[in-house]
Nanobody
Framework: VQLQASGGGLVQAGESLRLSCVVF????????MGWFRQVPGAEREFVGAIRRSDSITYYADYVKGRVTISRDIDKKTMYLDMYNLKPEDTAVYYCALSKQYSSTWPRDLSTYDYWGQGTLVTVSS
């Protein structure tokens, strides 16, 4: 299984951006997928996630109200729509997939089995 994230780029503060994450390879029913982000020298941090069974979404407090996660099962694609972007949103964004339930999902990185390569989002002021 491989995940490919795309859609990053340079945007102005206040603008919107959509990231995509496509799942390639042998597929099966996963538990859920998530988005994380990381800046140099910092830990990778949780942005949000979506549970496959019922499409319930989870968001980090610092992005709540400014991002929406969705998923198209048929297209094997997850999306991260970001609105009103701020310079502090500048980071490499990673998508990830969890094969099964864990009590610490979705915020725990270790609960994800596969990761995409990351896509850089740069927000200028």
């Amino acid at each position: 299984v491989q995940l490919q994230a795309s859609g990053g780029g340079l945007v102005q503060a206040g603008e919107s951006l959509r990231l995509s994450c496509v799942v390639f390879g042998r597929t099966y029913t996963d538990f859920g997928m998530g988005w994380f982000r990381q800046v140099p020298g910092a830990e990778r941090e949780f942005v949000g996630a979506i549970r496959r069974s019922d499409s319930i979404t989870y968001y980090a407090d610092y992005v709540k109200g400014r991002v929406t996660i969705s998923r198209d099962i048929d297209k094997k694609t997850m999306y991260l729509d970001m609105y009103n972007l701020k310079p502090e949103d500048t980071a490499v964004y990673y998508c990830a997939l969890s094969k099964q339930y864990s009590s610490t999902w979705p915020r725990d990185l270790s609960t994800y089995d596969y990761w995409g390569q990351g896509t850089l989002v740069t927000v200028s002021s």
